[in-house]
């Protein structure tokens, strides 16, 4: 029995073999080496970063202009990340306090902006009420402007509310809304969810909340955290907001950037720490979050 088993497999790989032709072949080597190359292009500056980042400070440019960019040094100079917490400052602010700026920044940022946009989104795929479709068409025509076109009066507005270099209260208040850029994707999310799972919580007696805190969210969960990580990524990057309008508390990318308008001679190799404190953070949270990305929303369960 295994024998026939172990036959019937090998005839089946061999006809899947001959299934792919010639020109498929070559396709998806030329295809592979594309791949290989552009992973390359993106690994080797991050390589080439962390040597930089152990340099002497005092030889960097020395060794650049004589060696050539591709110099790798013969002695590591661990302590440019010790000094980086120090000598990388802006606003009186050293590095740490970059980092703890940027913590809070990503972290309401991202919860207000993922929370009130699913919760928008919910309402407006669930439910009927007057305004609805405009709600829906506003997004779209908001998405339409350019956002160089309403930064003049959007800067105005932030002033005339009082919110202009307040901290995370300007966060709070600018974020307070449902109607962004994830709008669009949560409402064809939420339309694919089987109103069905309502009907039967309204049948035990439950409510709208429970519905949706315990039935809609969990099963929204996989594409949540997809856009969670994508949103945290797009604020832990984001230096322009920060630069425009919380000038007397920089991020780490806001602070990172107006150090190197300014950077001294010897200081690239511990601007470079800064670049590279800067991607442990992303790297953690694709590390733990990766599978959940790749998990396809899948929705089940029903009963006929």
Same mark, same amino acid.
């Given at each position: 029995?295994?024998k026939?088993?172990?036959?019937?497999?090998?005839?089946?790989?061999?006809?899947l073999?001959q299934?792919?032709?010639?020109?498929?072949?070559?396709?998806?080597?030329?295809?592979?080496?594309?791949?290989?190359?552009? /992973?390359?292009s993106?690994a080797?500056? *991050?390589? !080439?970063?962390?040597?930089?980042?152990?340099?002497?400070?005092?030889?960097?440019?020395?060794?650049?202009?004589?060696?050539?960019?591709?110099?790798?040094?013969?002695?590591?100079? !661990?302590?440019?990340?010790a000094? /980086?917490?120090?000598?990388?400052?802006?606003? @009186?602010?050293?590095f740490?306090?970059?980092?703890?700026?940027?913590?809070w !920044?990503?972290?309401? @940022?991202?919860?207000?902006?993922?929370?009130?946009?699913?919760?928008?989104?919910?309402?407006?795929?669930?439910?009927?009420?007057i305004?609805?479709?405009?709600?829906?068409?506003? *997004?779209?025509?908001?998405?339409?402007?350019?956002?160089?076109?309403?930064g003049?009066?959007?800067?105005?507005? $932030?002033?005339?509310?009082?919110?202009?270099?307040?901290?995370?209260?300007?966060?709070?208040?600018?974020?307070?809304?449902?109607?962004?850029?994830?709008?669009?994707?949560?409402?064809?999310?939420?339309?694919? $969810? =089987? !109103?069905?799972?309502?009907?039967?919580?309204?049948?035990?007696?439950? @409510?709208?909340?429970?519905?949706?805190?315990?039935?809609?969210?969990?099963?929204?969960?996989?594409?949540? =955290? /997809?856009?969670?990580?994508?949103?945290?990524?797009?604020?832990?990057?984001?230096?322009?907001?920060?630069?425009?309008?919380?000038?007397?508390?920089p991020?780490?990318?806001?602070g990172?950037?107006?150090? =190197?308008?300014?950077?001294?001679?010897a200081?690239y190799?511990?601007?470079?720490?800064?670049?590279?404190?800067?991607?442990?953070?992303?790297?953690?949270?694709?590390?733990?979050?990766?599978?959940?990305?790749m998990?396809?929303?899948?929705?089940?369960?029903?009963?006929?």
């Amino acid at each position: 029995m295994q024998k026939v088993i172990k036959n019937k497999k090998i005839k089946e790989k061999s006809i899947l073999t001959q299934r792919v032709s010639v020109g498929e072949k070559i396709f998806f080597g030329v295809m592979a080496v594309f791949c290989a190359i552009y /992973a390359f292009s993106l690994a080797f500056p *991050v390589f !080439w970063l962390l040597l930089k980042s152990v340099e002497d400070p005092g030889a960097y440019l020395f060794n650049r202009n004589l060696h050539g960019w591709l110099y790798v040094t013969d002695v590591i100079h !661990w302590e440019n990340y010790a000094n /980086a917490f120090t000598r990388i400052q802006d606003k @009186g602010v050293n590095f740490f306090g970059m980092l703890t700026n940027s913590i809070w !920044w990503v972290g309401i @940022g991202t919860f207000q902006s993922i929370f009130w946009h699913a919760t928008t989104a919910y309402i407006v795929s669930k439910y009927r009420f007057i305004g609805r479709n405009f709600l829906y068409n506003l *997004v779209i025509i908001n998405a339409l402007i350019p956002v160089y076109g309403t930064g003049g009066a959007g800067y105005k507005l $932030i002033n005339d509310l009082g919110l202009y270099d307040q901290g995370p209260i300007y966060l709070i208040m600018t974020t307070f809304g449902g109607l962004g850029g994830s709008f669009l994707t949560m409402v064809g999310l939420f339309r694919g $969810i =089987s !109103w069905e799972y309502a009907e039967a919580v309204y049948i035990d007696g439950g @409510g709208d909340t429970t519905v949706y805190f315990k039935i809609m969210l969990p099963q929204a969960m996989p594409m949540l =955290s /997809a856009l969670a990580v994508s949103s945290a990524v797009g604020l832990w990057n984001n230096y322009n907001g920060p630069l425009v309008y919380l000038p007397s508390t920089p991020t780490v990318a806001s602070g990172l950037y107006k150090v =190197s308008l300014t950077i001294e001679r010897a200081g690239y190799p511990i601007y470079f720490c800064g670049l590279v404190f800067t991607l442990i953070p992303v790297m953690i949270c694709y590390a733990f979050i990766a599978e959940k990305m790749m998990t396809n929303l899948s929705i089940g369960g029903l009963k006929g």
